[in-house]
């Protein structure tokens, strides 16, 4: 089975930079996607196509990859963005999505 | 923008038929593809499949034998059933719209999410 691997939790104070990343074999040759899930909501796309920011996303979410690995930076971190964050591509059989466990960001 | 919203029995009797509906407004569903997510407590999302307004579905092979997906061209809405439901079942169901990009498929507009509950 695919697997996308994230680490469970991540703290940084606010203005801050936090980098989550994702790692796996399919993210050599499929994009990666980023969603934000806040507290008792459904999760919202932040990052498409490993670099791309859907409208109405503000400016310090940004996304980037390398290899196997994809990096979702938010800079200057704000109390607000505080959530889960999942990484998504696509399984290794290229037939359909999967998702990363999910990093929970806590803004100290 | 796409609104989309979920309907259905919050509570169904283990062994039986979890069925939920998605209604869309805002947009046709015929312009697009849709899928359906669960997330169960504390656990990231999974995608129970995908299908395109055409009635051609791709399902996650965990559900593939249970799982089935219909669309509803006239009342703009899709719908999703898992037979023989069991408590790992238990889950909040998300009804996505999901766009293509090469090999790969994501989730651009997702609805509030519906708790279904599988217990006796």
């Known amino acids: 089975s695919t697997e996308l691997t994230q680490a469970p939790s991540l703290s940084v104070s606010p203005g801050q930079t936090a980098r989550i990343a994702c790692s796996g074999d399919?993210?050599?040759?499929?994009?990666g996607y980023w969603y934000q899930q806040k507290s008792g909501q459904a999760p919202t796309l932040v990052i498409f196509k490993d670099t791309e920011r859907p409208s109405g996303i503000p400016g310090r979410f940004s996304g980037s990859g390398s290899g196997t690995t994809i990096t979702l930076t938010i800079t200057e971190v704000q109390a607000e963005d505080e959530a889960d964050y999942y990484c998504?591509?696509?399984?290794?059989?290229?037939?359909?999505?999967?998702f990363g466990g999910g990093t929970k960001l806590t803004v100290l | 923008q796409v609104h989309l919203q979920e309907s259905g029995p919050g509570l169904v009797k283990p062994s039986e038929t979890l069925s939920l509906t998605c209604r869309v407004s805002?947009?046709?569903?015929?312009?697009?593809?849709w899928s359906w997510i669960r997330q169960a407590p504390g656990k990231g999302p999974e995608c129970i499949g995908y299908?395109?307004?055409?009635?051609?579905?791709n399902y996650n092979p965990s559900f593939k034998s249970r799982v089935t997906m219909s669309i509803d061209t006239p009342k703009n809405q899709f719908s999703l059933k898992v037979n023989s439901v069991n408590a790992a079942d238990t889950a909040v169901y998300y009804c996505?719209?999901?766009?293509?990009?090469?090999?790969?498929?994501?989730?651009?507009?997702w609805g509030q999410g519906t708790l279904v509950t599988v217990s006796a």
């Open positions: 299908m395109f307004y055409t009635g051609r579905t």
């Open positions: 998504q591509s696509t399984d290794n059989s290229d037939t359909y999505p999967v």
């Open positions: 805002g947009g046709s569903v015929t312009t697009s593809y």
């Open positions: 996505a719209s999901a766009r293509r990009s090469g090999a790969s498929y994501y989730f651009e507009y």
């Open positions: 399919a993210l050599s040759k499929h994009s």
